[in-house]
């Protein structure tokens, strides 16, 4: 298969709008943090607990998320550069990482999902505790 510097590049704007929702969950999260950190007083204490537990995790997986689609851009950028020095092995290898790095990341995306999910079903618990 012939690959030329065009095949890379298709994933540039792919790639920038994926790190985009990746700093949209982190900032959303951290607006979850605060909000919890200033309604501290009001909440059950084992929710609180739950809930900080989660948050945790959440931003120890956005971070590897980030990570992996920030390697996966630079892996990229280097197959576009190995493939205008007409290295074709090397870029088609660095394109391969890439890709690579790139289904790591959304692997973590789809785990931090699962994660959100359960944080959303702790917060429905608080309306079952008044009904």
């Given at each position: 298969?012939?690959?030329?510097?065009?095949t890379p590049s298709?994933?540039?704007?792919?790639?920038?709008l994926l790190l985009l929702a990746y700093t949209n969950r982190f900032v959303t999260l951290t607006s979850v943090i605060r909000q919890l950190s200033a309604s501290e007083g009001s909440l059950s204490k084992e929710i609180v607990r739950r809930q900080i537990v989660g948050l945790?995790?959440?931003l120890q997986i956005i971070r590897w998320m980030q990570a992996n689609?920030?390697?996966?851009?630079?892996?990229c950028t280097l197959s576009m550069f190995a493939l205008l020095l007409?290295?074709?092995?090397l870029g088609q290898?660095?394109?391969?990482?890439?890709?690579?790095?790139?289904?790591?990341s959304l692997l973590f995306s789809f785990y931090e999902v699962n994660i959100s999910t359960n944080?959303?079903?702790?917060?429905?618990?608080?309306?079952?505790?008044?009904?």
């Open positions: 298969m012939e690959m030329t510097i065009t298709l994933l540039f704007p792919a790639i920038s945790r995790q959440r689609g920030v390697m996966s851009f630079v892996f007409q290295f074709l092995l290898l660095l394109f391969a990482v890439s890709l690579i790095l790139l289904v790591v944080a959303i079903n702790i917060e429905l618990e608080k309306f079952d505790e008044r009904h």
